[in-house]
């Protein structure tokens, strides 16, 4: 998987399944019955299965309201939304935003990209390099080809579904900082700076400090 934790190349055109090779309609299962997930471990560390179960629960969110109702659904309002769930496996590397006149795609790794920089931007914090070591002050916008957290994880892992987007980052931070301070403003920040450049919704933005280093001397 390359370094944004972002699988290559696209899916089949008739895929039903998600970036991490989980079928859609077991999630969507989830979402309109309530069934438990079939990989619970795999669930939980996955961003892409988060994010896609974010973008089900909207997108279901018309048909539950309507059912609860009791009255009857407008003739192809299913059907609609059916559709945009299948939408999901054929984007799985991207996330799409809808208008009147056409549609915006986002690659997944555009999306990591916006994450990295606005984690960066925090005082105090560095990405993870490979082996779980913060890069130097020279380092801080490496090739992202080398930015990698403890044995070759990535330093920021994308889920994209629709319009959602769950962000797993690995950062270090300088020693005698408060360390639950500084990743909250990284959540912030990185949940701030998608939606201003994006527009995308971020669903969850999940940190973890991997090291901590000694900050630059004062010049």
């Not at 179960?53 to 909207?58: F, G, M």
């Not at 590397?93 to 809808?98: K, R, S």
Request: charged share 20%; net charge negative; with cysteine.
């Amino acid at each position: 998987m390359p370094p944004d934790g972002v699988p290559a190349g696209p899916p089949p055109e008739d895929s039903d399944r998600l970036a991490c090779g989980k079928p859609v309609d077991d999630l969507l299962a989830q979402v309109t019955d309530g069934a438990p997930p079939r990989d619970p471990e795999h669930q939980r560390g996955c961003p892409h299965c988060r994010a896609a179960l974010a973008e089900l629960e909207d997108l279901w969110a018309p048909v539950r309201d309507l059912a609860a109702e009791h009255v009857r659904a407008p003739a192809g309002l299913l059907q609609a939304v059916m559709a945009q769930i299948r939408e999901l496996s054929r984007n799985a590397w991207q996330a799409v935003l809808h208008d009147p006149v056409g549609q915006t795609r986002i690659a997944a790794r555009v999306v990591g990209a916006v994450a990295r920089l606005a984690a960066e931007s925090v005082p105090h914090v560095t990405l993870a390099l490979g082996g779980g070591h913060a890069a130097g002050p020279m380092e801080a916008t490496a090739d992202p080809a080398r930015v990698a957290g403890p044995e070759g994880e990535a330093a920021t892992d994308i889920g994209v579904a629709g319009t959602h987007v769950v962000i797993d980052v690995q950062i270090a931070v300088d020693f005698g900082v408060p360390i639950p301070q500084v990743a909250d403003q990284v959540r912030r920040r990185v949940a701030h700076h998608i939606a201003t450049h994006t527009g995308l919704t971020t669903t969850e933005v999940n940190v973890t400090v991997v090291d901590v280093r000694q900050p630059p001397a004062d010049h």
